[in-house]
């Protein structure tokens, strides 16, 4: 797909491998998240990444400039939360405990939802397994270059995250069909005898294992199990754990179970009562992913509230602010831009939840989320400041490529709609099987 | 966590109450939060703010002066004089502009979404319930209430869920009062209509059989029987009453009755309409009975729009935030308020229902389409004074003109805009008491830490 509309790219969309040279971003004022705000900056990505970023760069001469005078500068956007771009497929809701899912098996490059969430200014995004399942599935992160296949689409060694889920969720679903979980107290239990099977799987290897060491010829080995495998991970600290979970009491219930087994937790997901316990969570270092101003919509969501996230912060809690929704993708900045009404954020801060925070979250903060030197050539222009209601997303760009740019005819025109129709597009609304 | 506004009028009673100290007694007639009595007789000037009139520009050191309920004064700080005794507001550095009105909510329909028994969403036995009233489900004790007014929200539709092809009536309220009697200010003030396909009975999404419509084919035909079902109702009903009419009259029908008004034009059917075609087909069937037309949930009609300009019609446009459709850029429904306004459409914005956040975010809908080409001041049009014009109550609400009912914001921005907060609301005149559940909630856990990462 990339060849379709590489020619109406004005810098350079070629395919990563192909990426040539330098471009540079300049005259901007430049959002850095990590070393503040620069009032007439440059950017300057070389082979796709980020090579200088400051008053001057020492860009070669015959790299590419961009005069963004006027205009705003941040990292790509990233969103810790997302069901797009996996179709029906988001809840394997045939068992309450079901990690051997993983969420690539689903993956569909040509969701138009991804574009969208690109035209917002979003470069990457965590694919989550939904909430039906105590323990749900493998999630996968993307770079949003949309137009490329499958493969170039994947964030390259992001670490794996599993998705657990608490709550209202696996009660509803488990509950209805008179299964356990129906409880909160169910939830749990459902959770521990998960990783009793897991401890007694890692215990049957280590005992083959000690026997081969012995060269003892009566070693069998243990038949590989994906779901034990995967939860044995978890325990050996190989997976990130994010967790799906709305109350305080669930909060301090998902830190004492992760204690008991040995884990850590990621971070919690949706999170709207962490204003109550922040001062607890923080030293655990668990990190949340919450909506901005989302309420009421279900019991667990009753006391939310939109200081939650600015509150958090206030107590040591790493917040980032994420969608789980195709709309809300698309606007991730007016997201953070409500932190400054509801709680005062600053600039930094706010756009530090919807860039280096989510990084971290997906355990790629040191790859991208900030515009620091080393780092991917993950970039957006903005026509003005992002926090802003009125600002507009005017290009992105990912490796240093340009997958977006609003002067295009882009998404939605005869050039694009022939490829969408030959894909077999339909809209796609909000299917994703979160909240 | 902002610290709160010292304003001299501060001291009244209900507020007093709040922070009063423990041997202060109370007076048993102590009103409650919502308790407007006998607080309307006040005259309070809001000085030194930049005012956005709507009807007449905005005054940057304007003052606006409040009595009885009243708006009594508008203008420029030199050419207003603030009457002797009146409570001063000090706006300085801050934006004064009209109670927001929102086109089209659920406010007080539902309380938490996933569960049923607090829903009073829509009647779905049936597709034909002109006979069902908002105002009978309106529940204005409901949470979210003060939560949406605290963003300046003074005025909303309140509408039935978009499930039925005629879902009821819509009734206006005002988000502020003692109870339902003062918020509903008046009932049945339109008709909700939808002619879309996700109201047709396909029978797949609430797990419940098929049945009628299933087409858009049958939503047409069905709304078409209902009018014609209501007219010759209202013939034998006339027949009966003259003085040689013979037999027993026909028996009231509330469902038939209900129509009435509508066909004779008395007030506006709100019809729901998102694909181009769709708008076509509706509009028709208005034409055929003479119905007065709001169009809603227009999203999709890209390629109808001067026609629609030509039905002379006010538009309840999106939501903005509608999905585009394959073949439309990413872009394309953001920007439909814009090429609708600028093709003389009278347009409103809503918050299509309330969604998760509810009402509140209903400024932000409006700067979006600013952000995508539609004028400031008809943005702010589209969310004050249009959706006032459009149900009737342009003359009481809407603007900040003398005589109109004093539903007025004080904001420290631009109120458009997501970083700004509301620092007060007035409604009828009376200072609102800014808090609610969630205010509450944030100051019982306000961390003890307040450094800043």
């Excluded at chain 1, 802003?388 to 997958?403: H, L, N, P, Q, W």
């Excluded at chain 2, 069902?132 to 529940?139: I, L, N, R, T, Y």
């Amino acid at each position: 797909m990339a060849a379709i509309w590489a020619p109406s790219i004005s810098v350079s969309a070629q395919a990563p491998s192909s990426t040539p040279t330098d471009v540079v971003i300049q005259n901007a004022t430049v959002m850095t998240v990590t070393h503040g705000t620069i009032p007439h900056g440059s950017v300057w990505i070389h082979n796709g990444k980020i090579a200088g970023v400051g008053a001057t760069v020492n860009a070669p001469a015959g790299a590419k400039t961009i005069d963004a005078a006027g205009k705003y500068v941040t990292p790509g956007i990233i969103d810790p939360h997302s069901h797009s771009a996996l179709g029906d497929d988001v809840n394997e809701a045939t068992s309450p405990v079901t990690p051997s899912m993983m969420m690539i098996d689903a993956f569909d490059n040509r969701d138009k939802a991804l574009y969208q969430a690109l035209a917002g200014g979003v470069t990457t995004e965590l694919l989550l397994h939904g909430s039906a399942n105590m323990i749900g599935g493998q999630a996968v992160v993307i770079k949003n270059k949309f137009g490329l296949s499958r493969d170039e689409m994947l964030f390259p060694n992001a670490p794996r995250s599993i998705k657990f889920a608490s709550g209202e969720n696996p009660k509803r679903v488990y509950g209805r069909r008179g299964e356990v979980p129906s409880t909160r107290m169910g939830n749990f239990e459902v959770m521990r005898q998960a990783f009793e099977d897991a401890k007694a799987y890692m215990a049957s290897w280590d005992a083959y294992n000690a026997k081969v060491a012995k060269s003892d010829k009566d070693a069998v080995a243990p038949k590989k199990d994906l779901k034990l495998e995967a939860l044995a991970d978890v325990l050996r600290g190989k997976l990130l754990v994010q967790i799906h979970c709305y109350r305080a009491d669930e909060f301090l219930t998902e830190e004492a179970i992760a204690k008991e087994y040995g884990y850590k937790i990621r971070a919690f997901h949706h999170a709207l009562e962490m204003y109550k316990v922040g001062d607890k969570i923080a030293p655990t270092g668990t990190g949340i992913a919450t909506f901005a101003d989302w309420w009421g919509f279900k019991d667990e969501a009753w006391d939310a509230i939109p200081w939650n996230a600015v509150m958090s912060t206030r107590e040591g809690v790493r917040v980032a602010l994420k969608s789980d929704s195709n709309d809300y993708v698309r606007r991730l900045n007016q997201e953070a831009g409500k932190m400054v009404n509801y709680g005062g954020a600053t600039e930094d801060e706010a756009l530090r939840m919807i860039t280096l925070n989510p990084a971290w979250i997906i355990g790629v903060d040191d790859r991208v989320g900030s515009l620091d030197e080393g780092k991917d050539g993950d970039v957006v222009i903005w026509n003005m400041d992002p926090l802003s209601t009125y600002a507009r997303v005017e290009k992105v760009f990912i490796d240093g490529d340009m997958f977006f740019d609003s002067s295009m005819p882009g998404f939605g025109t005869t050039h694009f709609n022939g490829v969408m129709h030959e894909a077999g597009f339909e809209g796609s609304d909000d299917e994703g099987g979160g909240q | 966590m902002k610290s709160t506004l010292l304003i001299a009028f501060f001291a009244c009673a209900s507020l007093t109450a709040l922070t009063a100290s423990a041997q202060t007694v109370q007076p048993v007639s102590q009103p409650g939060p919502n308790d407007t009595a006998g607080m309307t007789a006040k005259t309070i000037a809001i000085v030194g703010g930049k005012v956005l009139t709507v009807t007449h520009g905005t005054i940057e050191n304007g003052t606006v002066i409040m009595s009885g309920g009243k708006i009594v004064a508008v203008g420029s700080a030199k050419a207003t004089k603030v009457p002797a005794g009146a409570e001063i507001f000090d706006a300085k550095g801050m934006t004064v502009y009209p109670g927001l009105f929102d086109a089209e909510t659920n406010l007080g329909l539902t309380e938490v979404a996933s569960d049923q028994n607090s829903n009073d969403l829509a009647e779905t036995a049936d597709e034909i319930e002109p006979q069902m009233h908002a105002a009978d489900a309106f529940h204005a004790e409901t949470v979210h209430i003060p939560v949406d007014r605290l963003n300046g929200i003074t005025n909303a539709i309140v509408a039935p869920a978009s499930e039925d092809s005629i879902a009821g009536q819509d009734s206006v309220i005002q988000l502020y009062g003692r109870d339902r009697d003062q918020m509903l200010m008046q009932r049945d003030v339109a008709l909700a209509m939808n002619f879309e396909g996700s109201v047709r009975r396909k029978g797949n999404f609430n797990g419940g059989p098929s049945k009628f419509p299933t087409t858009r084919m049958g939503l047409a035909s069905q709304i078409r029987q209902a009018f014609l079902d209501a007219q010759a109702y209202e013939v034998e009903r006339a027949a009966a009453t003259k003085p040689d009419h013979k037999g027993v009259p026909p028996k009231r029908d509330l469902k038939l009755e209900a129509l009435l008004p509508y066909l004779h034009g008395e007030k506006p059917v709100v019809l729901a309409a998102r694909e181009s075609y769709e708008v076509e087909v509706a509009m028709g069937l208005a034409k055929e009975f003479h119905l007065k037309v709001i169009l809603n949930h227009v999203t999709h009609a890209q390629d109808v729009l001067d026609e629609i300009a030509s039905y002379h019609v006010p538009v309840i446009v999106g939501s903005v935030y509608d999905f585009p459709r394959p073949d439309e850029r990413y872009d394309a429904v953001y920007s439909l308020p814009a090429e609708l306004q600028k093709r003389g459409v009278k347009i409103a914005l809503s918050s299509d229902g309330g969604g998760e956040g509810g009402s509140r975010n209903l400024p932000y809908a409006a700067g979006y389409a600013v952000a995508y080409g539609l004028p400031y001041d008809e943005a702010l049009k589209a969310i004050t004074l249009n959706p006032a014009e459009m149900f009737g109550l342009g003359d009481s609400l809407g603007s900040l003109d003398v005589g109109k009912t004093a539903n007025v914001v004080v904001a420290n921005g631009d109120p458009l805009d997501v970083r700004t907060s509301v620092k007060q609301v007035f409604i009828d005149g009376n200072a609102v008491p800014m808090v609610s559940r969630q205010t509450k909630l944030r100051d019982e856990y306000m961390p003890l830490t307040t450094k800043k990462p």
